[in-house]
């Protein structure tokens, strides 16, 4: 069970944070929103107090993590608002479970397949050459290389699960939040995710990198606010 602390009354939403990140990662946020919502954090699996288990997880495993909780916590619905890898946890959910995510905002969401990189294609070629003539492998990305164990391998099952195709079941619409400075997930992901969700949204904050709820705090929490409350719903 995915560890997750709930506060205030109103409307749910349910914060998912970045890789790497933990229930205080949308604090502020959620603090900001709880007098007027009833706001969920979680810990994802092998971050904040939620251990990893002793095996690899999925991208699915972790939606279903997320849909535990809100079994848990008697919610219908919610309002889920996901940054980086945790947008990419909020996609899957949406279509895993259709119906019960009210509204969808995704900030400098990861999850969608990257553009062609002659660079990056060189890079893997070389490691995959390196090791089958018997030599050590190029080293990896630095997320990668800070893991142990099982999670290395949820690493790599998380980074080769591209949600693109899930775009088409989306039908609560999205809010997509983005900075223009972003370089983990650069702003044409934004325009991508824009075009394939119908009936979304797009803010790009100019001065914001990939953290643009932090970089862009008030500008995130109003467009927010007016995003849930757009309809009365």
Known sequence: MLNYISYGKGKNIIFLHGWGGSTASFK??????????????????????????????TLDDYADGVAEVMRKENMAEAVLVGHSFGGRVAVRFTRKYPGHCLKLVLIDAAGLRPRFSLKKTLR????????????????????????????????????????????????????????KRDRDTPPYMA?????????????????????SY????????????????ADGR
């Open 124 to 179: 893997v070629l070389a490691h995959k050459l390196r090791k089958a003539m018997g030599m050590s492998g190029l080293k990896g990305s630095e997320d990668y290389a800070a893991l142990s164990g099982a999670m290395k391998g949820t690493f790599v099952n998380i980074i080769n699960d591209h949600t693109d195709k899930d775009l088409r079941y989306i039908t609560s619409g999205a809010l997509v939040l983005w900075g």
């Open 28 to 57: 502020g946020l959620a603090d900001a929103l709880s007098s007027e919502y009833r706001v969920t954090l979680v810990d994802f699996y092998g971050f904040g107090k939620t251990p990893h288990p002793d095996k690899s997880l």
């Open 191 to 211: 325009k991508r995710f824009s075009k394939r969700i119908k009936g979304s949204i797009s803010i790009i904050f100019p001065d914001a990198g990939h953290y």
């Open 214 to 229: 932090l970089d862009a705090f008030y500008e995130t929490l109003f467009a927010i606010k007016a995003y849930i409350g």
